[in-house]
Protein backbone atom coordinates (compact mmCIF):
# COMPACT_ATOMS: atom_id res chain seq x y z
CA UNK A 1 0.00 0.00 0.00
CA UNK A 2 1.44 3.33 -0.85
CA UNK A 3 0.04 5.97 1.17
CA UNK A 4 0.28 9.76 -0.10
CA UNK A 5 3.49 10.86 2.24
CA UNK A 6 4.69 8.64 -1.03
CA UNK A 7 5.72 6.24 2.03
CA UNK A 8 5.31 2.22 1.76
CA UNK A 9 2.96 -0.01 4.59
CA UNK A 10 3.49 -3.74 4.02
CA UNK A 11 0.61 -5.93 5.01
CA UNK A 12 1.77 -9.50 6.11
CA UNK A 13 -0.72 -12.44 5.72
CA UNK A 14 -0.92 -12.71 9.16
CA UNK A 15 -2.03 -9.22 9.34
CA UNK A 16 -4.80 -9.63 6.42
CA UNK A 17 -5.81 -13.33 7.61
CA UNK A 18 -5.10 -14.72 3.75
CA UNK A 19 -1.81 -15.62 2.15
CA UNK A 20 -3.42 -15.75 -1.64
CA UNK A 21 -5.38 -12.74 -2.64
CA UNK A 22 -7.85 -12.71 -5.95
CA UNK A 23 -9.09 -9.59 -5.52
CA UNK A 24 -8.84 -5.52 -4.20
CA UNK A 25 -12.22 -3.67 -4.01
CA UNK A 26 -12.26 -0.03 -2.71
CA UNK A 27 -15.54 0.39 -0.69
CA UNK A 28 -17.20 4.37 -0.86
CA UNK A 29 -16.60 4.66 2.79
CA UNK A 30 -12.71 4.25 1.94
CA UNK A 31 -12.64 0.75 3.15
CA UNK A 32 -10.35 -1.48 1.56
CA UNK A 33 -11.76 -5.19 0.64
CA UNK A 34 -9.76 -7.99 0.04
CA UNK A 35 -10.77 -10.91 -1.44
CA UNK A 36 -8.92 -14.38 -0.93
CA UNK A 37 -8.25 -17.85 0.78
CA UNK A 38 -6.07 -18.99 3.02
CA UNK A 39 -3.69 -22.31 1.89
CA UNK A 40 -2.10 -24.19 3.92
CA UNK A 41 0.44 -27.37 2.72
CA UNK A 42 -0.85 -26.87 -0.91
CA UNK A 43 -4.32 -27.41 0.54
CA UNK A 44 -7.37 -24.88 1.31
CA UNK A 45 -8.07 -24.25 4.58
CA UNK A 46 -11.63 -25.06 5.98
CA UNK A 47 -12.31 -21.96 8.34
CA UNK A 48 -10.75 -19.54 5.84
CA UNK A 49 -12.58 -16.14 6.18
CA UNK A 50 -12.59 -15.06 2.10
CA UNK A 51 -12.69 -11.30 2.74
CA UNK A 52 -10.61 -9.10 4.92
CA UNK A 53 -11.41 -4.96 5.45
CA UNK A 54 -8.92 -2.49 6.14
CA UNK A 55 -10.65 0.36 8.22
CA UNK A 56 -7.30 2.61 7.80
CA UNK A 57 -5.45 0.87 10.54
CA UNK A 58 -6.55 -2.69 11.29
CA UNK A 59 -7.81 -5.74 9.01
CA UNK A 60 -10.56 -7.22 9.84
CA UNK A 61 -12.00 -10.99 8.76
CA UNK A 62 -14.90 -11.18 7.46
CA UNK A 63 -16.48 -15.14 7.51
CA UNK A 64 -18.88 -15.72 5.03
CA UNK A 65 -21.50 -17.21 7.67
CA UNK A 66 -22.77 -19.64 8.18
CA UNK A 67 -20.53 -21.10 5.16
CA UNK A 68 -17.11 -20.18 6.59
CA UNK A 69 -16.72 -23.88 7.26
CA UNK A 70 -16.90 -24.75 3.26
CA UNK A 71 -13.46 -22.89 2.72
CA UNK A 72 -15.00 -20.19 0.04
CA UNK A 73 -12.53 -19.42 -2.46
CA UNK A 74 -13.72 -15.67 -3.07
CA UNK A 75 -12.34 -14.60 -6.13
CA UNK A 76 -13.81 -10.74 -6.47
CA UNK A 77 -15.99 -7.71 -4.36
CA UNK A 78 -18.14 -5.33 -5.98
CA UNK A 79 -20.10 -2.65 -4.09
CA UNK A 80 -23.70 -2.16 -4.49
CA UNK A 81 -26.67 -0.10 -4.55
CA UNK A 82 -26.57 1.20 -0.49
CA UNK A 83 -24.73 -1.29 1.62
CA UNK A 84 -25.18 -4.29 -0.78
CA UNK A 85 -21.56 -5.58 -1.58
CA UNK A 86 -21.54 -8.82 -4.28
CA UNK A 87 -19.17 -11.68 -3.30
CA UNK A 88 -18.35 -14.24 -5.89
CA UNK A 89 -16.93 -17.64 -4.87
CA UNK A 90 -15.27 -20.94 -6.73
CA UNK A 91 -14.28 -24.13 -5.14
CA UNK A 92 -16.20 -25.27 -1.31
CA UNK A 93 -19.15 -26.04 -1.15
CA UNK A 94 -20.92 -23.49 -1.55
CA UNK A 95 -19.67 -22.01 -4.48
CA UNK A 96 -21.44 -19.48 -6.33
CA UNK A 97 -22.41 -15.67 -5.65
CA UNK A 98 -23.10 -14.19 -2.56
CA UNK A 99 -25.26 -10.65 -1.64
CA UNK A 100 -23.81 -9.36 1.81
CA UNK A 101 -25.28 -6.33 3.63
CA UNK A 102 -24.69 -5.67 7.34
CA UNK A 103 -27.49 -3.49 7.76
CA UNK A 104 -29.77 -6.70 7.21
CA UNK A 105 -30.77 -9.25 9.99
CA UNK A 106 -28.98 -12.44 8.21
CA UNK A 107 -26.16 -10.04 6.71
CA UNK A 108 -25.76 -13.02 3.88
CA UNK A 109 -27.44 -14.27 1.11
CA UNK A 110 -26.35 -17.14 -0.96
CA UNK A 111 -27.26 -17.21 -4.69
CA UNK A 112 -27.06 -20.55 -6.16
CA UNK A 113 -29.28 -20.45 -9.08
CA UNK A 114 -27.54 -17.97 -11.42
CA UNK A 115 -29.85 -18.15 -14.37
CA UNK A 116 -31.11 -21.40 -14.08
CA UNK A 117 -27.11 -22.31 -13.59
CA UNK A 118 -26.99 -24.63 -10.30
CA UNK A 119 -24.05 -23.24 -7.99
CA UNK A 120 -21.40 -22.19 -11.07
CA UNK A 121 -18.08 -21.06 -10.35
CA UNK A 122 -17.98 -17.49 -10.59
CA UNK A 123 -14.48 -16.12 -11.39
CA UNK A 124 -14.96 -12.56 -11.55
CA UNK A 125 -17.53 -9.80 -11.34
CA UNK A 126 -18.60 -6.40 -11.81
CA UNK A 127 -21.08 -3.71 -11.19
CA UNK A 128 -22.30 -0.84 -12.96
CA UNK A 129 -23.96 1.80 -10.64
CA UNK A 130 -25.30 3.82 -13.54
CA UNK A 131 -28.04 0.77 -14.22
CA UNK A 132 -27.87 -1.83 -11.69
CA UNK A 133 -26.51 -4.21 -13.79
CA UNK A 134 -24.33 -6.99 -12.47
CA UNK A 135 -22.26 -8.72 -15.04
CA UNK A 136 -20.69 -12.21 -14.05
CA UNK A 137 -18.13 -14.50 -15.27
CA UNK A 138 -18.47 -18.04 -14.76
CA UNK A 139 -17.59 -21.67 -15.82
CA UNK A 140 -18.77 -25.10 -15.29
CA UNK A 141 -16.92 -28.20 -15.44
CA UNK A 142 -16.28 -28.94 -18.88
CA UNK A 143 -18.24 -26.05 -20.08
CA UNK A 144 -16.73 -22.77 -19.05
CA UNK A 145 -17.97 -20.42 -21.99
CA UNK A 146 -20.66 -18.22 -19.69
CA UNK A 147 -20.66 -14.62 -19.15
CA UNK A 148 -24.19 -13.31 -17.50
CA UNK A 149 -25.59 -9.97 -16.84
CA UNK A 150 -28.11 -9.97 -13.98
CA UNK A 151 -30.35 -6.78 -14.74
CA UNK A 152 -32.95 -4.71 -12.29
CA UNK A 153 -36.49 -5.31 -13.00
CA UNK A 154 -35.81 -7.08 -16.76
CA UNK A 155 -34.74 -10.71 -17.27
CA UNK A 156 -30.77 -12.17 -16.79
CA UNK A 157 -28.97 -12.90 -20.07
CA UNK A 158 -26.29 -15.57 -20.58
CA UNK A 159 -23.84 -15.02 -23.10
CA UNK A 160 -22.00 -18.07 -24.34
CA UNK A 161 -21.38 -17.62 -27.89
CA UNK A 162 -17.44 -17.45 -27.47
CA UNK A 163 -14.21 -18.95 -28.31
CA UNK A 164 -13.21 -20.87 -25.37
CA UNK A 165 -13.51 -17.92 -23.19
CA UNK A 166 -12.39 -18.15 -19.31
CA UNK A 167 -13.41 -14.89 -17.97
CA UNK A 168 -10.35 -13.71 -15.92
CA UNK A 169 -11.94 -9.97 -15.28
CA UNK A 170 -14.88 -7.95 -16.24
CA UNK A 171 -14.55 -4.34 -16.29
CA UNK A 172 -17.22 -1.43 -17.41
CA UNK A 173 -17.33 1.65 -19.27
CA UNK A 174 -20.23 3.27 -17.12
CA UNK A 175 -20.31 6.46 -19.39
CA UNK A 176 -20.62 4.20 -22.20
CA UNK A 177 -22.44 1.11 -20.53
CA UNK A 178 -19.06 -1.08 -22.69
CA UNK A 179 -18.18 -4.26 -20.90
CA UNK A 180 -14.93 -5.61 -21.24
CA UNK A 181 -14.04 -9.17 -20.77
CA UNK A 182 -10.60 -10.35 -20.09
CA UNK A 183 -9.94 -14.13 -21.00
CA UNK A 184 -7.69 -16.87 -20.16
CA UNK A 185 -6.02 -17.65 -23.37
CA UNK A 186 -8.53 -15.83 -26.18
CA UNK A 187 -7.98 -12.42 -25.98
CA UNK A 188 -10.69 -9.74 -24.97
CA UNK A 189 -14.00 -8.95 -25.78
CA UNK A 190 -16.24 -5.95 -25.82
CA UNK A 191 -19.96 -5.42 -25.32
CA UNK A 192 -21.81 -2.72 -26.45
CA UNK A 193 -25.73 -1.98 -26.17
CA UNK A 194 -27.48 -2.45 -29.39
CA UNK A 195 -24.03 -3.69 -30.92
CA UNK A 196 -23.45 -6.68 -28.77
CA UNK A 197 -20.18 -8.34 -28.70
CA UNK A 198 -16.61 -7.54 -30.25
CA UNK A 199 -13.74 -10.28 -30.21
CA UNK A 200 -9.59 -8.99 -29.96
CA UNK A 201 -7.05 -11.39 -29.91
CA UNK A 202 -4.57 -10.44 -32.96
CA UNK A 203 -4.19 -7.23 -31.87
CA UNK A 204 -3.02 -8.13 -28.13
CA UNK A 205 0.83 -8.44 -27.04
CA UNK A 206 -0.44 -11.55 -25.64
CA UNK A 207 -3.91 -13.91 -26.05
CA UNK A 208 -4.26 -14.59 -22.48
CA UNK A 209 -5.19 -11.36 -20.74
CA UNK A 210 -5.88 -11.02 -16.73
CA UNK A 211 -6.86 -7.79 -16.23
CA UNK A 212 -8.13 -4.81 -17.91
CA UNK A 213 -8.23 -1.30 -16.52
CA UNK A 214 -9.30 2.14 -18.32
CA UNK A 215 -7.37 5.46 -18.16
CA UNK A 216 -9.22 9.13 -17.74
CA UNK A 217 -8.85 9.77 -21.13
CA UNK A 218 -10.97 6.71 -22.01
CA UNK A 219 -7.86 4.20 -23.09
CA UNK A 220 -8.37 0.65 -22.40
CA UNK A 221 -5.20 -1.39 -20.88
CA UNK A 222 -4.74 -5.00 -21.14
CA UNK A 223 -2.45 -6.52 -18.71
CA UNK A 224 -1.53 -9.96 -20.06
CA UNK A 225 1.30 -12.70 -19.70
CA UNK A 226 3.79 -10.82 -21.93
CA UNK A 227 3.28 -8.02 -21.29
CA UNK A 228 0.76 -4.84 -21.74
CA UNK A 229 -1.17 -3.48 -24.73
CA UNK A 230 -3.52 -0.45 -25.05
CA UNK A 231 -6.81 0.53 -27.03
CA UNK A 232 -7.72 3.66 -27.92
CA UNK A 233 -11.54 3.08 -28.79
CA UNK A 234 -11.76 6.79 -30.75
CA UNK A 235 -8.70 5.58 -32.97
CA UNK A 236 -10.06 2.03 -33.77
CA UNK A 237 -13.56 0.59 -34.58
Known amino acids: VRHPDNSW ?17 IAPNGQVWLAGQVWLDGQPRTNSPGVSIFDGSTWHPLNITPYADAGPY ?3 VAFGAGDDVWVSTELGAEQGLFLYNKTASNPWTHISDICGIVTPRVRTLSYNPQN ?4 LGIYIDGDPRRVIRLRQNAPCEVFSNFDSLLANAITIDTTSETVWVASGG ?17 QLV ?5 SIELDTEGKVWFGTLDGISRFAPAEQP
Open 186 to 202: AGAYRWRPGTGWTHYLD
Open 9 to 25: AVYTSEQTHMNILTDIG
Open 74 to 76: VTA
Open 132 to 135: GDLW
Open 206 to 210: NGDVS
